[in-house]
């Protein structure tokens, strides 16, 4: 069987739902061999994380956020992160989210991959930037419903921590998968 045989072709799309954060979607589609089903798509914006990095006495270190998730009614320890808003560049987003969230701007920052956080029934990307030269200008500026606290956590306590609380936000293993690759961790390290 040929991979053209496992597309689904859309057919019809209805708004079901629109909320803050996301919209809800019924999309009818036709498998290649005629079978017609509907299948609930989410339509979000795109998302951008920005690992920091910053080396103090010799040490490196990631800035990182502390926040309230009401989904899974936790505290988080993340990197800087958030909605990339309608007509924004990514690394705009980015650099903005960094300097909202932390009071932080960077010297640089880089793409390091771009990707679908859920594609089963997500329509959005995620977009995972490394920022270096790092520089404090001034006081967060949160929204309206914010409460985050910034702190600096050793890199190699975040790795050998992940998985565990307060490291339990999948997007941030992603984020932080791709910061280990562009360093040139491999398999063979972790043996």
């Given at each position: 069987?040929?991979?053209?045989?496992?597309?689904?072709?859309?057919?019809?799309?209805?708004?079901?739902a629109?909320?803050?954060?996301?919209?809800?979607?019924?999309?009818e589609?036709?498998?290649?061999d005629?079978?017609?089903?509907?299948?609930?798509?989410?339509?979000?914006?795109?998302?951008?994380?920005?690992v920091?990095?910053?080396?103090?006495?010799?040490?490196?270190?990631?800035?990182?956020?502390?926040q309230?998730?009401?989904?899974?009614?936790?505290?988080?320890?993340?990197?800087?992160g958030?909605?990339?808003?309608?007509?924004?560049?990514?690394?705009?987003?980015?650099?903005?989210?960094?300097?909202?969230e932390?009071g932080?701007?960077?010297?640089?920052?880089?793409?390091a991959?771009?990707?679908?956080?859920?594609?089963a029934?997500?329509?959005?990307?995620?977009?995972?930037?490394?920022?270096?030269g790092?520089?404090?200008?001034?006081?967060?500026?949160?929204?309206?419903?914010?409460?985050?606290?910034?702190?600096?956590?050793?890199?190699?306590?975040?790795v050998?921590?992940?998985?565990?609380?307060?490291?339990?936000?999948?997007?941030?293993?992603?984020?932080?998968?791709?910061?280990?690759?562009?360093?040139?961790?491999?398999?063979?390290?972790?043996?």
């Amino acid at each position: 069987m040929g991979s053209e045989n496992l597309l689904w072709i859309p057919v019809s799309e209805k708004p079901i739902a629109d909320h803050r954060i996301f919209s809800a979607v019924e999309t009818e589609r036709r498998s290649a061999d005629g079978r017609s089903a509907h299948f609930i798509v989410l339509d979000a914006p795109d998302w951008a994380i920005v690992v920091p990095t910053l080396t103090e006495g010799g040490r490196e270190y990631f800035l990182m956020v502390r926040q309230y998730r009401h989904g899974s009614e936790t505290l988080s320890l993340e990197f800087p992160g958030g909605v990339v808003e309608r007509g924004e560049d990514p690394a705009e987003a980015a650099l903005r989210e960094l300097r909202e969230e932390t009071g932080y701007t960077a010297a640089s920052i880089r793409l390091a991959s771009s990707m679908s956080p859920n594609p089963a029934f997500m329509r959005n990307s995620l977009h995972v930037f490394i920022a270096e030269g790092l520089e404090f200008e001034g006081d967060q500026r949160l929204d309206e419903n914010e409460r985050i606290a910034v702190e600096k956590v050793a890199t190699e306590d975040v790795v050998s921590g992940f998985g565990r609380p307060p490291y339990g936000h999948a997007l941030m293993a992603t984020a932080l998968f791709f910061w280990l690759r562009e360093r040139g961790w491999s398999r063979k390290d972790s043996c």
